[in-house]
């Protein structure tokens, strides 16, 4: 600190500073004593030796760090702000900020956010270790859905990377049971992949009866067993019966929803208070968004669920909008019973009863009939 000694003996104070060990720098001389900087440790010390020698010393100037901080550590909202702010900060790099999901598909992405969120709570809010970024890894392989997967954290933000699975196509592992019809029909066109074609083009085939087999003979007649694999296209018959009534009760929305959100943050569930469910049937929508302050998104997962009230009604149809619903449910009977079908005619019936649409038809299709 920087200040002036005047009257008294200023000479002999500065010869007992001297003595005693007090460093005074800058020392000027000035009308009636002098001027000169201390360390402002040291200024008690030299005002009690001014006084022995009756010497008045005034602060011209306070320097230095100490005097510069001292303001702010007389404001205690400042350090309590700060004791607040650094665990928060030193937490805040352990948090999921981002999820990063860009070499993935949409579909890829929403699967693999799906199972870490639901396995291991790993999403925006969670707090990341290292031991549970390996259980992330293994836990989408165990999905089935990635062949190779690998979970990075850094800066807050969590990348996956994976590779889709590749399933092995069924014609490629065979069997070695033998193929067998799954119906009876007619065979149209044979391909042999491995094992021995039982049946050839234009023969008629029962039910359960063997199409490819698991041996094969050489020339000389040795029989070698080999997995049957390939695929026998046959012509058959397939029949879809339906009875639909022209007034049934449905469930339709009323248009009351109510939304519940619980927060995620650091590992834990926040439960926000809800308003009351409706007593009648509901059906849900669940949805998980990360919010916003001023443009950043924030550490912090909500699961948002929205239910929507539904009440029973009357619905009325008439027969031509039955029969079109009879046969759509036809078709998709069929997809699912023979995928890769192909229709060649179709020959169905209908008959209205008592209010009630008894509907049969008939496809004649082709199809790999291999089972």
């Known amino acids: 600190m920087f200040f002036r000694a005047r009257n008294g003996d200023p000479e002999g104070l500065l010869t007992e500073a001297a003595r005693t060990g007090i460093h005074l720098r800058r020392v000027r001389p000035a009308p009636g004593g002098f001027t000169a900087r201390c360390a402002a440790r040291r200024y008690r010390s030299l005002a009690k030796l001014a006084r022995h020698r009756r010497v008045r010393l005034r602060i011209r100037k306070k320097?230095?760090?100490?005097?510069?901080?001292?303001?702010?550590?007389?404001?205690?909202?400042?350090?309590?702000?700060?004791?607040?702010?650094?665990?928060?900060?030193?937490?805040?790099?352990?948090?999921?900020?981002?999820?990063?999901?860009?070499?993935?598909?949409?579909?890829?992405?929403?699967?693999?956010?799906?199972?870490?969120?639901?396995?291991?709570?790993?999403?925006?809010?969670?707090?990341?270790?290292?031991?549970?970024?390996?259980?992330?890894?293994?836990?989408?392989?165990?999905?089935?859905?990635?062949?190779?997967?690998?979970?990075?954290?850094?800066?807050?933000?969590?990348?996956?990377?994976?590779?889709?699975?590749?399933?092995?196509?069924?014609?490629?592992?065979?069997?070695?049971?033998?193929?067998?019809?799954?119906?009876a029909g007619t065979v149209v066109k044979t391909n042999l992949v491995s094992g021995t074609m039982l049946v050839t083009p234009g023969q008629a085939v029962e039910k359960e009866q063997g199409l490819i087999g698991t041996a094969r003979a050489e020339r000389d007649g040795t029989l070698i067993f080999e997995p049957a694999a390939g695929s026998v296209l046959a012509q058959f018959e397939w029949e879809f019966r339906e009875e639909l009534p022209l007034t049934v009760p449905v469930k339709q929305l009323t248009g009351h929803t109510v939304t519940q959100r619980k927060p995620f943050f650091a590992g834990h569930d926040l439960s926000l208070p809800a308003l009351p469910i409706s007593a009648g049937e509901t059906i849900s929508i669940i949805r998980h968004v990360q919010p916003e302050f001023l443009g950043l998104t924030?550490?912090?997962?909500?699961?948002?669920?929205?239910?929507?009230?539904?009440?029973?009604?009357?619905?009325?149809?008439?027969?031509?909008?039955?029969?079109?619903?009879?046969?759509?449910?036809?078709?998709?009977?069929?997809?699912?019973?023979?995928?890769?079908?192909?229709?060649?005619?179709?020959?169905?019936?209908?008959?209205?009863?008592?209010?009630?649409?008894?509907?049969?038809?008939?496809?004649?299709?082709t199809a790999d009939i291999c089972g």
């Open 63 to 183: 320097t230095g760090l100490y005097f510069f901080l001292r303001p702010w550590l007389r404001r205690r909202g400042l350090w309590v702000g700060m004791a607040v702010f650094l665990p928060l900060l030193l937490l805040s790099q352990r948090l999921v900020w981002a999820v990063d999901t860009s070499g993935l598909t949409v579909g890829q992405s929403a699967r693999a956010e799906t199972v870490l969120r639901e396995t291991l709570r790993l999403m925006p809010g969670a707090i990341v270790t290292q031991a549970k970024l390996t259980a992330g890894e293994y836990a989408l392989l165990d999905s089935g859905e990635f062949s190779w997967a690998s979970l990075n954290f850094q800066a807050g933000r969590l990348c996956i990377e994976a590779a889709a699975a590749v399933p092995v196509p069924d014609i490629a592992a065979g069997t070695l049971h033998g193929l067998r019809a799954r119906t």
């Open 298 to 365: 924030l550490p912090v997962s909500v699961e948002e669920i929205t239910f929507y009230e539904q009440a029973e009604k009357d619905l009325s149809r008439t027969e031509e909008q039955a029969r079109a619903l009879a046969r759509f449910h036809s078709l998709q009977t069929l997809k699912a019973d023979w995928p890769d079908a192909e229709i060649l005619a179709r020959k169905e019936d209908a008959l209205l009863e008592e209010e009630t649409l008894h509907y049969r038809v008939v496809y004649t299709i």
